[in-house]
């Protein structure tokens, strides 16, 4: 008896080692995604880059300043997300459609743990869409892209 309990407990912290192991491979290959600042395309954001050109959060921890010169949507996603697998299309059809008036960033929250922390990040896909001036009006959850067009010419890009 007390040997079946030794194989299960064996087998148990097994189990939780290589749990630990995949998820830490997991996050170590998010943050490995080359980040491309590719033309009519979403950008992927470090949080450096976020730091500089979107928010300073460390700075401003209660306050919302956005940073850029143009308005902005922001997509917090994760690789293995299947509702954000069906924004990311959409999502670079509207950095084309809007190329030169509106800013598309993308920030993967398991390689940005620290962004996603400090916005309250609880489910995803969450859509921040950021005036010049303001808070960011933000979203849950999949949407069209007739409902980004009319969030974007009814809140971002209203005069």
């Not at 850029?68 to 697998?85: L, N």
Request: some cysteine; charged content about 25%; aromatic content about 14%.
């Amino acid at each position: 008896m007390e040997k079946k309990v030794y194989i299960y407990i064996g087998i148990m912290v097994a189990l939780m080692f290589a749990s630990v192991v995949w998820i830490n491979r997991e996050k170590e290959m998010a943050r490995k995604v080359v980040y491309s600042d590719e033309k009519m395309a979403p950008i992927h954001l470090t949080k450096a880059k976020f730091l500089s050109i979107v928010a300073n959060f460390q700075k401003n921890p209660n306050d919302w300043k956005y940073l850029g010169d143009k308005p902005c949507i922001i997509d917090f996603y994760a690789s293995w997300c299947g509702p954000c697998k069906l924004v990311a299309p959409i999502m670079a059809d509207l950095a084309k459609d809007y190329d030169g008036r509106i800013y598309f960033y993308k920030v993967d929250i398991d390689a940005e743990e620290e962004i996603a922390g400090a916005y309250g990040i609880q489910s995803i896909p969450t859509i921040f869409f950021c005036p010049l001036n303001g808070a960011p009006q933000v979203i849950n959850g999949v949407m069209t892209k007739e409902a980004f067009e009319k969030t974007i010419t009814g809140f971002l890009m209203k005069k």
